[in-house]
Structures are given as C-alpha cells and as structure tokens.
C-alpha cells in the first residue's frame, strides 16, 4: 500500500507520492461534489461534507487493510486499490452495524471512524513497501484510472444527472422503475437502529430479503447526514459511484497482473467503450451497460468479484495460500452485495488455485479438486432445501424459455431475423443448436471482444503466464455454461432468467479488461511507450474511445423499446406531480417511524420511496406474496369502507398507520369532517394523518 500517499507524515513524504496520493483524492472528491451538485441543482455543503467523510473513511480503511496484510499482499496500483479496499471494509462493517446497533446511522458511522482510527493507530509500527512508480509519467496512472472511470460514469449515467423531468401534469423519472425500490432501501437503511427496524418494503413488521443490501450503506450515510432525499443520493453518488468502482477495479486488477499502463487501458475499455449491443449487437437484455444500471447491485459486485481475484492470482502466482483465503473472503463479502455475481464466481474461484497453485503438487491438485468438487455439489444441494434460494440445477432445461425472451428481445435487423430463422424456422441437431446459441450469446454480449480477446490472448502467449491467459477464457466459458446450462427459476425469488442472464454483467467486465490489458501489453509491455509518437498514439486512442463511449450513450439507456410500455422513460415511468408532491409532503413533515399507506396499495413502490417511510401493505407480488399480505389489504379494503370517526382512529392506531393517501375517484365512506379535511390535497388525491398511530404496533 502506497502509506506515503495519504497518510504518512514524515520527512520521507515526497513530492512524487503527493502527486499520486492526493491528487487523485482531489479528483474523486470534486467527481463526487460535482454530481452532487448537478442532480440537486445547486451546491450543498453538507451532502459533500458527508462525501468528504465516507472518502476519509475509506481511506483510512483502506491504510488499516494495506497494514493488517502486509506480509500477504503489496499494493502496486496506489490510491484506486486503497480506495476499493477501504470502501468493502468500511461498508461491509458499516452494514453489519446497522443490523446489529440500535444507535443509529450517525453514531454508527462515528463507532466505525473511531475504531478505524484505533486500528491505524494500534498497526502504526507495521511497514508497509512503498508502491513502486517508474519515472515520469508513470506515477500518474492511477490518476489516469480515477479519470477515466469518473469520465465513464458522467457518460453512461447522463440521464440521472436530471433525473426528473416534468411533463404536463406528470414527473417522468428518467430511470428504470426498479428505482424506487433502490430510494426506498437507501431511506430504510438511513433511518435503521438494528434489524427489527428494517422490514419487507412491502409489509410493515415482515422480515426483509437482506442477501444484496449491503450497497446501499453508503447511500444511506449521505441521505442521514448530508440532508439529501434518497432520491438526489441514488441519481448523484449510488449509480454514478458504482460505475466508477468498476472502472477502479478494472485497473486494479489487471494492472496488479500485467502492469499500471495495462491497467489504465483496461479501466478505458470497462467504463469508456461502448458494450456489445451499443456496438450494433442489437440485444438490449445482453448488453452491461444495460443490465448493470437497472440491477444497481451489479456494480458493487463486480468490483469485489475484481478485488476476490486479484488476490487469488497474485497468491496462485507467488504461492501464498494465505493470499488466495483473502480472496475467498472477498467473495464471501460479494455476496452481500450481489449474490448472482458470487454464484457465477464460486465455482472457477474455488477450482483456480487447484489448477494453478505454484507449490501444489499434481496428485493433490486431483484430490483437492475432487473434494472441492463434491463439496460445491453438496453446499448447492443443501441451498435447495430453502425455498428463498432459486433454482440451481445444470440440466440444460433452461435454455429453450430464455432462448424465446432473448429473440424477442432483438432488435430488427439482420442478427434477429438469423437467429429467428434458425432456432424457430428451421429444424437443425442440437449439435448445431448449440453452436448457434453459443455464437449468439457471444456476439450479442461481448461484440468485438469475441474476436479481439482470442487474438490478444494468443499474441501475449510468450509474455504472459499461462493462468493470466487462461482465467478470462475460463469466466466467458462459465457465463456460456450457466447461460446455456441451467434451468430456470420456478420459485419466484427473482425473474426466472436471473441466474442465466445476469452473470454476463462480470463475464463482460473481465473480457473488456483483459482484453484492453493483454493488447496494450503485446503493444506496449508494462509502461508508458518511451517514444513521442507512440505516446501520442496512445492519448489519441484515449481521446477516441471516450469520444466513442459519448456517441454511443444517447439518451434512454435504461429503457426498453422491444418490451411493451418501456421504450420510452415517459411511457414507462411517469408519475403524477400530485403523488409525487403527496411523497414529498410526508418525508418533510413526517417522523422516520411514520407508517404509511395508499387506498392503491402503493403498487410500483412510489409513495414509499417518496415519502421514505415504511409501507403497511403492498399489492405487488414482488418478493413472493405472504398470507398476511391478502389479510392486510382486505383490511385496508375494510378501513376505506368505515363510517365511525373512533373505528378509523382504533385501525390507525392499533396498525400504527399515520399517513393515508387516497387516490383520485376513490371513495371513502369516512365521515364527513375526516374525509373533506385531508392534511393534503392535491389533484384529486388526498392525503390524510392520523396523528395518534401508536409506532410500535404493527398488527394485521
């Protein structure tokens, strides 16, 4: 870890590490503010005080990992590795506190601050090598690395910059509707004191699904102390942050294994160049751009994933065991931030080592892969017995349902009517079928990088050890397998496609950044080219892919034109300024323990996530319905029918329901000085509070 960079006060403090500590912290933090600023309209000092905090506190998590793993593992790639190490470990312990601690967001971060300064302090006399920079221009790559991943996050998030836009008597919210479950999660999480206080987004007291929350820990730092909505949080640091995590561990982790320089391309391929299907591959549902915005979680993940395989590749290579348990830890921790990203990984990460541990001799590498193997069978085979575990069996039953969405989800053109032609037209032997659904999936998700990867691959043979060539190759060939292989879920714990589908999120990443990177090294080696011409080469292929990465990011990313009533942001997620103005209304005036509730049943998340309160019942099925769930919205059925000003006052109180929003056209039977004196009114909607709702009961 680079300790002179941000921490190291001694006379030893050169103006070199300055340079490559602070100036890269300067730039992320006006990257931060920047955002911040634009989707808010207007500075807010506090909202980038709280940003100052959460990037002091990775940083200082970041010092106290580099020294508690010294012996195992040293930092080549400066502040972006700091920066991606700190913010697991603060996050992920933040997260944990919050489920555990009854204090409170801002006390928590405060236990958190302290007890990382106690560990710094405590590891203080730990040496720690000095990242090692050749001269010149060389220190300033993870520089480089943190602009251009900040580049590719302003070019691919352009939309949220505005993420509301009014539209006649409407708020057209210019992202994916799922958006309002991830505002609803940052407020929960925001206004937490322990795991009793976080409930199922749908239903007040109902245990909530926590396997991917963790992401949203820091978001919800900002929305507590910085006084921004969860809303502006989402559109200004949780979106836009993730992208740029992406682009971090893109460089981190092919830098750490083929070199800084490797590594800035490979950040430049991840976060600037346009994915499969903005480069003409015509399938919206395969594109990583596309399914990373709209399952936000995706971003997270990837960069632990990155952070889990570093470690593995480095302790295979140098034969560290140690270093390669690090990797596993990290894996583990990726499964609080994106599970379908630990599913993908689990296998190849826990049969890497075995492959290509330096020290293993080859009769153990059979037996431990043997007993690896038998042991992923048997974990998985018990994963089954809970019915909140998707299906995951590899029997090849799948394909043919996902095969029917991923034709349908083409665009017209030439690759649909081909691939319609002969999956559904034409009658050919599965040997064949198969060749063609592998070159669809490859075509469609990877685009150039199908070809470009081989061709890197084979080039760096005589450079490049044979795990580094071996590992991208491995994780496209898993993403095949599980795309092609497994069945589809029928348990209804998320789409039935989700296992098949989302893995090609990391199986992207890693072909565009070892792709980048295994080109720039057959190109270049490890450095910045010495002569002028080619160091102007290679700024002017910088200069074009992000000339690139804007062209291709036009408006509407996360819609959908080939599925109905998404193919404009208008069409799919417009909300009425009045119900929007009613959320607005609650999360002002409101207390954080306030329940609430909508004569609609609050069916996309709306006025929960508005208002950032919880909701008593839902009427979606999202998550799996519950018998308690048809009682309660019975229930609320029988509440809007009540006639008795003391039978309202007993339901609201007795279910600690305060807020009540009625839609327009809905009647209610209340009497008549309750149901014409809302606290609210707006539109045709009303919204109503019921100031004596006692908080702490929650009762069907």
């Not at 006649?168 to 322990?194: K, L």
């Amino acid at each position: 870890m680079e300790r002179a960079a941000v921490f190291d006060g001694s006379p030893a403090l050169t103006a070199r590490a300055m340079r490559t500590g602070l100036v890269p912290v300067a730039s992320l933090f006006l990257f931060l503010c920047a955002w911040q600023w634009r989707v808010a309209g207007a500075p807010a000092l506090p909202a980038c005080a709280s940003l100052a905090l959460l990037l002091g506190l990775y940083l200082l998590y970041g010092h106290v990992f580099a020294l508690a793993s010294a012996r195992l593992f040293r930092n080549t790639m400066g502040m972006p590795f700091q920066l991606l190490c700190g913010y697991f470990m603060f996050n992920t312990a933040l997260f944990v506190l919050a489920l555990c601690s009854p204090l409170g967001m801002a006390l928590d971060v405060a236990i958190l601050g302290a007890a990382g300064a106690a560990a710094a302090f405590a590891l203080r006399k730990r040496t720690v090598p000095p990242a090692t920079h050749a001269p010149g221009f060389e220190a300033w790559a993870p520089w480089l690395a943190v602009l251009i991943a900040g580049a590719g996050a302003t070019i691919w998030a352009g939309d949220v910059q505005a993420p509301l836009q009014a539209q006649g008597d409407n708020t057209v919210f210019r992202v994916w509707p799922d958006v309002y479950i991830h505002v609803r999660e940052i407020s929960v999480f925001a206004q937490a004191h322990g795991l009793r206080t976080i409930h199922d987004i749908k239903l007040a007291g109902g245990p909530a699904p926590l396997y991917h929350f963790a992401s949203y820990l820091s978001a919800a730092v900002v929305n507590a102390l910085g006084g921004a909505s969860a809303m502006q949080v989402y559109a200004s640091f949780q979106l836009p942050f993730g992208i740029l995590l992406t682009g971090l561990a893109a460089y981190c982790l092919v830098g750490k294994v083929l070199g800084p320089w490797p590594g800035v391309a490979a950040a430049a391929a991840v976060t600037l160049l346009p994915d499969g299907f903005q480069q003409g591959f015509a399938n919206r549902y395969l594109s990583y751009y596309f399914i990373s915005q709209v399952n936000l979680g995706m971003l997270y993940g990837i960069a632990c994933a990155a952070l889990a395989w570093l470690f593995v590749l480095d302790g295979c290579r140098r034969g560290k065991f140690q270093t390669v348990l690090l990797g596993y830890v990290f894996l583990g921790i990726c499964l609080f931030y994106k599970a379908h990203i630990f599913v993908a990984n689990s296998y190849l990460l826990m049969m890497f080592p075995v492959l290509f541990f330096t020290p293993l001799q080859r009769r153990w590498r059979v037996a431990i892969g043997l007993a690896a193997t038998v042991l992923f069978v048997a974990v998985v085979a018990f994963s089954q017995t809970n019915p909140r575990v998707p299906v995951m069996r590899l029997d090849g039953s799948g394909i043919s349902d996902y095969l029917i969405i991923l034709l349908h989800d083409y665009e017209p053109g030439a690759l649909k009517s081909f691939f319609t032609r002969v999956f559904l037209q034409e009658s050919h032997g599965k040997p064949l079928q198969l060749v063609y659904v592998v070159a669809m999936l490859s075509l469609s998700t990877f685009g150039l990088w199908t070809l470009l990867l081989p061709a890197a691959v084979a080039g760096a043979r005589k450079r490049v050890g044979l795990p580094l060539l071996c590992f991208p190759l491995l994780v496209v060939a898993n993403y095949i397998v599980m795309a092609v292989g497994l069945a589809q879920d029928t348990r209804g714990v998320g789409t039935p496609d989700e296992l098949t589908n989302r893995p090609l999120v990391w199986a992207y990443f890693v072909a565009a950044a070892f792709g980048a990177g295994l080109l720039y090294r057959n190109w270049a080696g490890r450095v910045l080219p010495n002569q002028p011409l080619r160091r102007g080469l290679f700024a002017a292929a910088l200069l074009v892919v992000a000339l690139c990465g804007t062209g291709y990011s036009a408006p509407g990313l996360q819609t959908f034109p080939e599925r109905k009533h998404m193919g404009t942001f208008s069409e799919m997620n417009a909300v009425p300024t009045c119900l929007v103005n009613a959320g607005a209304f609650i999360r002002t005036r409101g207390k954080p323990t306030d329940i609430i509730q909508d004569s609609h049943g609050d069916q996309r998340f709306v006025l929960t996530a508005l208002a950032e309160r919880q909701l008593y019942v839902g009427s979606t099925g999202f998550g799996g319905t519950q018998h308690e769930q048809a009682a309660r919205q019975d229930a609320v059925l029988g509440f809007m029918r009540m006639d008795d000003a003391a039978r309202l006052q007993q339901f609201t109180a007795a279910r600690g329901i305060a807020w009540f929003l009625a839609y327009p056209g809905q009647v209610l039977d209340w009497p008549r000085d309750i149901a014409e004196k809302p606290a609210y009114a707006c539109g045709g909607y009303r919204l109503y509070r019921f100031p004596n709702a006692v908080q702490a009961a929650v009762n069907p």
